[in-house]
């Protein structure tokens, strides 16, 4: 994977985070407070600057009500 492809990855996992956190109503320091995540490091999931651990990523999905799935293709 070349690294061009590793960032639209992480822009398109961030922008569904902010998409299901504002779809729910809350702001980056509420899903923080329940994910147990400093803002600024949400922040950064969001706008695709680092990647969240699988571990986080799937805590994050169910705080904001949905089950993580992968598919590769």
């Given at each position: 994977m070349t690294?061009?492809?590793?960032q639209t990855i992480k822009q398109q996992v961030g922008g569904l985070i902010r998409e299901a956190r504002k779809a729910k109503g809350l702001t980056l320091k509420?899903?923080?407070?329940k994910v147990g995540l400093l803002?600024?490091?949400l922040s950064?999931?969001?706008t695709g600057k680092i990647?969240?651990?699988l571990d986080m990523l799937e805590r994050i999905a169910q705080e904001l009500g949905?089950?993580?799935e992968i598919k590769l293709k």
């Open positions: 690294e061009r492809a590793a509420e899903l923080g407070d803002e600024p490091t950064k999931y969001e990647n969240p651990s949905f089950k993580l």
